[in-house]
């Protein structure tokens, strides 16, 4: 990887040991006044608005501005969402969930957005694959560490002290978004451009590339997907204990899950699609095994969904980043804007089929577990045929169909 990826990807790592964090002890902090499923569901819905609409309002910026900007921005957000937790109470408990998710949510957009342009238009497209697997691993490590180190932290000087040493964390990566590259979009060179009409917001330049369609289903799907995958892996964990050692201990053994994933995957020699059709098949048996909601299958649904999204997160990423190499930056951009948009939207969807939810069971959960398994299952098929009719306009005769990524 070249000097500016690597830089990248340690900006990755400051960001991740932040969104651990919020992941995990945010949601807990939420969930342990009323167990209330709609709680931490209109917490995400609040945060994944603003993550949406931030990511739009990024790309923009980055007409005029670098991504240094966008990550000193991104950390003002989090250093803001950080001391209303300490500082901010109200009687209005669903008003104060609501506030709180914007900065939270403004904080990941200027972040998602910087790292996603920063890659996009500077990685070349045998750096993919190595950055998105170095951005898996390293997250293995942090979700083994983080956890475990937040636990302690709330456990020997409670939620006020780690919302403390996340706000150095937080210092920390305002400093070094000053040595980040300087990257921005650069300005249009060509005279010819697509004209749209402003409604459109630039959707056919953005999906007009050969396999485009796939993409757009593939990631209608995703959404519905990665938010279920997100908001329950968290509430089966908490569902079994709430002893904070307990749940990091917890994500100690899925994040070990997730390393003996790794190991096959150096060993074992598969296409990127056999690969991706293992990740799918491990979640969708994670899901349906949650459905018997016993502690044990919980935790065994979490192993299981662990190592798939693994396979699934690896594969998944340098695909959909591989079909955009050959448009131009601004086309892109456009691209990584309506692909957050898409997610956030369908994201969305799933959140607000969960606000009626009283328990993790039942009819109501047994419905959402379906639609969820019928959307993760689609996805490999939409990729198998965005890739096909990708790869007729940029493939070689000698490009191999079926070379594994290196790890």
């Not at 209005?92 to 949510?105: A, D, E, K």
């Not at 999906?207 to 959404?223: I, N």
């Not at 798939?308 to 892109?332: C, D, E």
């Amino acid at each position: 990887m070249s000097n500016d990826i690597r830089k990248l990807l340690i900006m990755n790592i400051i960001s991740s040991i932040i969104s651990i964090y919020i992941a995990i002890f945010v949601n807990l902090y939420i969930w342990e006044s009323n167990h209330g499923i709609g709680e931490v569901s209109l917490y995400n819905l609040s945060m994944y608005i603003c993550w949406g609409l931030t990511f739009a309002l990024a790309s923009k910026l980055i007409n005029r501005y670098s991504i240094r900007v966008l990550l000193a921005i991104s950390a003002v957000c989090g250093a803001m969402a950080f001391m209303y937790l300490m500082t901010v109470h109200l009687d209005n408990r669903l008003l104060w969930i609501t506030l709180l998710g914007i900065p939270v949510g403004m904080m990941f957009g200027f972040s998602q957005s910087s790292q996603n342009l920063g890659i996009a238009m500077q990685g070349k497209e045998n750096e993919l694959a190595p950055y998105f697997a170095a951005v898996n691993i390293t997250s293995q490590a942090l979700n083994m560490a983080v956890p475990i180190l937040s636990a302690a932290v709330i456990q020997g000087f409670g939620y006020r002290g780690s919302f403390i040493t996340m706000l150095i964390f937080i210092a920390v990566m305002l400093i070094y978004s000053s040595r980040m590259p300087r990257i921005y979009l650069p300005p249009q060179t060509s005279a010819i451009e697509i004209r749209e009409p402003i409604y459109t917001l630039g959707f056919r330049s953005a999906f007009g590339y050969p396999g485009a369609k796939w993409v757009l289903l593939s990631l209608l799907a995703a959404g519905i997907f990665l938010q279920f995958q997100n908001l329950f892996a968290l509430l089966f964990t908490f569902s079994v204990t709430q002893n904070k050692l307990w749940i990091a201990l917890l994500n100690l053994l899925y994040t070990l899950s997730s390393l003996l994933g790794l190991l096959l995957y150096r060993r074992i020699k598969f296409n990127e699609m056999k690969w991706l059709w293992i990740g799918t098949l491990l979640l969708a048996f994670g899901f349906l095994i949650a459905l018997l909601h016993n502690p044990i299958m919980l935790i065994a649904s979490n192993v299981f969904t662990s190592v798939g999204m693994f396979y699934f997160s690896i594969v998944w990423n340098a695909q959909q980043f591989k079909y955009i190499k050959h448009l131009s930056p601004a086309t892109k951009r456009t691209f990584l804007v309506w692909r957050e948009c898409i997610l956030v939207f369908t994201r969305c969807l799933l959140l607000s089929l969960t606000f009626s939810l009283t328990e993790m069971r039942g009819m109501a959960f047994g419905i959402i577990v379906i639609i969820t398994i019928a959307c993760l299952v689609a996805i490999p098929v939409f990729q198998k045929l965005a890739g096909r009719e990708n790869s007729k306009m940029n493939q070689t005769p000698n490009t191999s169909k079926t070379e594994q990524m290196t790890v």
